[in-house]
């Protein structure tokens, strides 16, 4: 296909990146493209096809840490200015063998049995959620339930006080804006992020709590710990990266379950469902569409394109999640699909540490909510919609739904 040129900031790619994905997928599978930012263009490479996805996110040739590809002034041109330059200074941005030792110290924080120990306590906020939602007939189902429920997840997880969780979202908020109209505002939100949770790894040194923030102050495996940039740099990544995948999920999800009525039912009717149900939503609405933060460190050839040090590499989650090589009829939505080896989680030794808490809200969010309100209908179409404008995260700007068909609230009249 001519003139095929990929656009990560285009309103077509936000409002459809799977279209605009599977396009590239099919005619123009490794794509390269110039990607301009901050008044600079980098070299780019965009991947869509799920082998070659798989193949990138194992392949040693490429580093997470831009320090190994980029200079101390291109880094602040692309990324932030040096007195935040902590949002780069986790594992997710590190080769082994730091990363190693970075996940095994925060893995602690992470354990099977410490996730199990959060059930009952989610639950318990999903139980609020929905009562304080079954006041009104009609709501903004992101901002009454999809966006608080991890918030306040991940703020009781953290020891984040209730006074304090309206600004700590606020900063939330900003952090994980990625236009270049707002990069003061983002940077100013950081500082302020820096400095807040600056205080609580204080206190906890102290005086250790039972919650996240001491967990990882005092996380210590042959001597190592975390230190403090490591200690702001892995509560951001905790906070951004794992709040909004979930927020995207259970919002997103949502949508595709209300707009496919009879995998809906199918649910409502078979709760036990959930867990095949949560892997199908993740593939399907694929939170996280794109991945960057990559960088060969080396010249190589792939497949007859000829990668040069310091490219960046995109990987197009959204687009490997549905490959008709991978996935008998990708464009069906299907609660009961097995085997579902999607990558919305990522693959390899950066696999989301964060994956079974977002499955975990996830399954207990969909069954509660199909429980309380199983008349849930959208009250817009589809296309009147607003997403996010962020090429990587996919997610809602709003999504209006009543929680009973008018017919069952004509008493009500």
Not at 156 to 169: S, T, Y
Not at 405 to 411: Q, V
Request: glycine share 4%; aromatic share 8%.
């Amino acid at each position: 296909m001519e003139n095929l040129m990929f656009h990560p900031h285009a309103k077509e790619f936000h409002e459809n990146p799977f279209s605009v994905l599977g396009r590239f997928r099919e005619h123009a599978p490794i794509h390269r493209f110039e990607l301009h930012r901050f008044g600079s263009t980098y070299p780019a490479w965009l991947i869509t096809r799920y082998d070659d996805c798989m193949a990138f996110l194992k392949d040693n040739r490429i580093t997470r840490d831009v320090k190994n590809v980029m200079s101390k002034e291109q880094i602040e041109m692309l990324n932030v200015s040096e007195d935040v330059d902590f949002v780069s200074d986790h594992m997710l941005a590190k080769d082994t063998p730091d990363h190693t030792r970075l996940r095994s110290l925060v893995h602690q924080a992470f354990t099977p049995r410490t996730i199990e120990n959060l059930r009952i306590s989610i639950e318990q906020i999903t139980e609020r959620l929905l009562d304080e939602m079954e006041k009104e007939n009609e709501t903004d189902f992101m901002a009454s339930f999809a966006s608080p429920l991890p918030f306040i997840v991940i703020s009781e997880m953290m020891g984040i006080p209730k006074e304090d969780r309206a600004q700590f979202q606020i900063w939330t908020n900003a952090m994980v804006d990625t236009s270049e109209a707002n990069r003061e505002l983002t940077n100013q939100a950081l500082r302020e992020f820096k400095d807040y949770v600056g205080k609580l790894i204080h206190e906890r040194r102290i005086q250790p709590k039972d919650d996240l923030i001491s967990k990882l102050v005092h996380a210590e495996e042959d001597g190592q710990t975390l230190s403090e940039k490591e200690l702001y740099s892995m509560l951001f990544l905790l906070v951004v990266a794992g709040l909004e995948t979930t927020v995207n999920l259970i919002g997103s999800g949502t949508l595709a379950l209300l707009q496919h009525k009879g995998e809906l039912e199918k649910l409502k009717l078979h709760p036990e469902m959930i867990d095949t149900a949560v892997e199908e939503l993740l593939r399907y609405t694929s939170p996280v569409v794109m991945m960057a933060n990559r960088w060969a460190i080396e010249d190589f050839s792939y497949q007859g394109h000829s990668i040069k040090k310091g490219d960046m590499i995109f990987i197009g989650i959204g687009s490997a999640n549905r490959d008709p090589e991978r996935f008998e009829n990708p464009e069906t939505f299907d609660i009961t699909r097995t085997p579902n080896r999607h990558i919305s989680f990522g693959f390899g030794i950066h696999f989301c540490l964060g994956a079974p808490l977002a499955r975990l809200e996830g399954q207990i969010a969909f069954n509660a909510l199909l429980k309380r309100f199983p008349q849930i209908e959208l009250t817009v179409t589809p296309e009147e919609l607003k997403w996010r404008k962020n090429a990587f995260l996919r997610g809602l700007e709003s999504l209006p739904v009543s929680l009973a068909r008018k017919d069952s609230l004509s008493h009500l009249s």
